[in-house]
């Protein structure tokens, strides 16, 4: 059986995962890198070092006989497939699967992070593969744009970014308010738990800041802080932090779906693992009214993770392509 190994190590995640050749997960080991309390995130230096010092922990946690089985292999060399992409973190993986190859001779695949976080996003939405286009969401703390994704020339995908946040990342501002409530960093799962408590029609509201081609977060942000100062329950903070992330997506979708005519949407990315903001674009985005059809990742496919790695070397060695 031909298996495929893929390395991601992104901002904040070290990961390892092997699949076969039907894009099944034969293992997906996974380590967060650790940010102390009331930090709101790492130096590069630092999130590097870690990830160094992961990677050897983890491939000691593959099952016996895998490496043996690997047809090919495939990294995250880069954050998005333009020219110019960079972030110290991913010479980590790259240089451990450099390695790898050139000592077993396994043919390597240099993709992007965010190819990853898409084929990843793919896997239980299959007919996303035979569509020749479809718009796509990336929201996490490293990236917060909108996507046209094509059948690609070169590889699997080309990208074509249609709108991006102007200052913060979605992720970023989740974090930064988690912080400030004394959360532990990454804060998304301890503040989603916070606003599950809460009636979620009892929030204060905070605007969404959308332009023609670009949103914004630090506005957000602002009003966030603020109302923590005043005094407004964590938790009714959180589900309000929550809410503006669904609203700003709703009105980016709305005008990528327009420009483009299409109505097939995939959301990847840690962000789209709340399942609050979920549901609030489904019962928006699909209601009959609107006609979009949202596609997820899974939840655990939808933060940062090897396994959309892996899955493209799978495509990749069977078409004979490569990026």
Not at 99 to 118: K, M, W
Request: proline share 4%; aromatic share 6%.
């Amino acid at each position: 059986m031909k298996l495929y190994l893929g390395i991601d190590t992104s901002a904040y995640t070290t990961s390892l995962a092997v699949v076969d050749g039907d894009y099944n997960i034969i293992c997906d080991h996974r380590r967060v890198l650790e940010v102390k309390q009331g930090e709101k995130g790492l130096q590069q230096s630092e999130a590097l070092f870690q990830h160094l010092k992961n990677l050897p922990f983890l491939f000691v946690q593959l099952p016996a006989g895998v490496t043996e089985q690997v047809a090919a292999m495939a990294v995250s060399a880069f954050p998005r497939n333009v020219e110019g992409s960079y972030m110290p973190v991913f010479t980590a993986g790259l240089s451990q699967a450099q390695a790898l190859s050139s000592y077993t001779g396994t043919p390597l695949f240099l993709l992007s992070h965010q190819e990853g976080h898409i084929m990843a996003g793919i896997k239980g939405n299959e007919e996303l593969m035979a569509k020749n286009e479809f718009i796509a969401c990336h929201f996490s703390g490293g990236t917060s744009e909108i996507l046209l994704v094509r059948r690609g020339q070169k590889g699997v995908f080309d990208i074509e970014i249609t709108m991006t946040g102007s200052d913060l990342h979605a992720g970023q501002l989740v974090d930064r308010v988690g912080v400030a409530m004394g959360l532990p960093f990454p804060a998304g799962k301890h503040m989603e738990e916070l606003a599950l408590k809460l009636n979620q029609d009892k929030h204060p509201a905070i605007p969404s800041a959308v332009k023609e081609n670009s949103f914004s977060f630090s506005g957000p942000e602002t009003c966030a802080l603020k109302l923590l100062q005043e005094g407004e329950p964590a938790g009714a903070v959180a589900s309000s932090v929550f809410r503006v992330i669904a609203n700003t997506l709703e009105k980016c979708l709305l005008k990528a779906a327009e420009k483009s005519g299409l109505r097939e949407v995939l959301l990847v990315g840690g962000v789209m693992a709340n399942t609050l903001i979920r549901q609030r674009l489904l019962d928006r985005l699909e209601h009959p009214s609107v006609g979009l059809k949202l596609y997820f990742a899974e939840p655990h496919l939808s933060t940062d993770n090897a396994v959309g790695i892996a899955m493209l070397a799978a495509y990749l060695d069977a078409s004979g392509g490569g990026s």
